[in-house]
Structure formats: C-alpha cells, structure tokens
C-alpha cells in the first residue's frame, strides 16, 4: 500500500514515484497521485474472494488505498500491526464491494496458503497474477501487472534502462523484477526461484546486504 510505504519516502527523502501494490500502482511520494493504477476487473475479483471464502480463508481487500475485511480477526489484526495501517471491517466482502480493487490478499498458515495457491492457480491461469510476498500473505492482482511492469513503467517514466538497473528482491513475488533488471541481485535466505535469476547475493537486513552492495556500486563509479 502507497500509505505504508510513504512514512519511509518521507524520511528518506525520496521524491521518484515509487511502485506499490505489487505493481499495480505507481505512485507520486508528495501529493498521492496515482500515475499508473490497473485494479482487478470487479467480476474478476468478486469471483476470487468468494473462491478464496469458500476455501475457508479471510481475505483483504484494497480500494482507495485503504484495507477492508469482512471481519476483524487474529489474521487481520497481525496484518494491519505489521503494515502499520488502519483496517475496516465491513461485512461480507460480496456485499460491500462495488469497485475494481487495486489487489486482494489471502492470509493464513503458509502451508495451507501453498495449497491454495495450486487451487488458484488453476482455477485462475491467465487472468490472476497470484504469488506470495511473505510465508503469511497469497496476493491476487491484475494479471497485467507485476513489480517488473511497474518498474517498467518508472523506467519509461523518467528514462533509465532495464540494462541500467539493478535489482533486488527476497520473495517469490519478485521474480518478474529480476527477469527485468539488467543486474539481478537475491538478499539473505531468498526465494528458490530467485537463485536461479540472480547474478549475485548479498547478505540479508540485518546486516544491511543491499546497502553495502549499494555503497559498493557507488564507490566502485567514483
């Protein structure tokens, strides 16, 4: 979400537009403007939450950049606390929704969330993009968007190059970020799939790995 992230722009001082919501936004930091936006159609999504509820899942749903559940639970409450963020409980999801979501996220056991995974995958092959961010969260997205096409679009945007870009990514849901980038960097225990994309590794945050393959770089252009 752009307002879980836009605390840390803030500090750090970033004015580029950054991309949010596993690709399917790409925002301006200062006023919240989304440049890009591509939510899931609404029927398509109406289908997933009932598809993800009758697997027995709780389910967040996103819209206006805002998180809304139709009850609040352990799963959402862990989610909400670790995001930062606000949540709203609004009842039975197929009720309430009324507007494409700019994404939707299945929460659960991370084994159980794997099955389901296959479940979706198949059920939804071509017109979901369905990957994990962390052991704990499934995410369902447009199928036109992932973190390579939004980065893609920032490239577009203020003109740098795929080959000039260097990548780095830990979950499952980055692979599409490596296969573009011209360098290709895996942080700490990453993803299996990553290792076979990546050009290098560097070490995990609690050594700070990207920011010494970052210093690096910069040191090695001075």
């Known amino acids: 979400m752009f307002r879980s992230v836009r605390p840390y722009l803030e500090r750090a001082g970033i004015e580029e537009p950054v991309v949010c919501y596993q690709g399917a936004a790409v925002v301006e930091p200062g006023g919240g403007r989304f440049l890009l936006h591509e939510p899931i159609q609404l029927d398509l999504a109406r289908e997933a939450i009932a598809a993800v509820a009758g697997e027995g899942f709780p389910i967040n749903c996103y819209v206006d950049d805002e998180l809304y559940v139709a009850e609040d639970t352990h799963w959402s409450r862990t989610y909400a606390d670790f995001q930062n963020i606000p949540v709203t409980a609004v009842g039975p999801l197929l009720d309430w929704l009324t507007e494409p ?3 939707l996220v299945a929460v659960g056991d991370p084994d159980e969330l794997d099955a389901l995974a296959a479940k ?4 939804f092959a071509g017109r979901m993009y369905i990957s994990k961010s962390l052991p704990y969260f499934l995410e369902l997205a447009s199928p036109l968007v992932s973190k390579g096409s939004g980065i893609a679009f920032v490239a577009d945007l203020l ?3 795929a080959a000039g870009t260097v990548a780095f990514g830990d979950g499952e849901n980055d692979v ?8 290709a960097v895996a942080v700490g225990d990453a993803h299996p ?3 076979a994309r990546a050009d290098w590794a560097c070490p995990g945050p609690e050594v700070e790995g990207v920011a010494q393959v970052v210093e690096a770089l910069l040191d090695s252009r001075a």
């Open 101 to 103: 979501p700019t994404k």
């Open 120 to 123: 979706l995958r198949a059920r």
């Open 159 to 161: 003109g740098f190059s």
């Open 176 to 183: 599409e970020l490596l296969d573009w980038a011209g360098y």
């Open 193 to 195: 799939a990553l290792a």
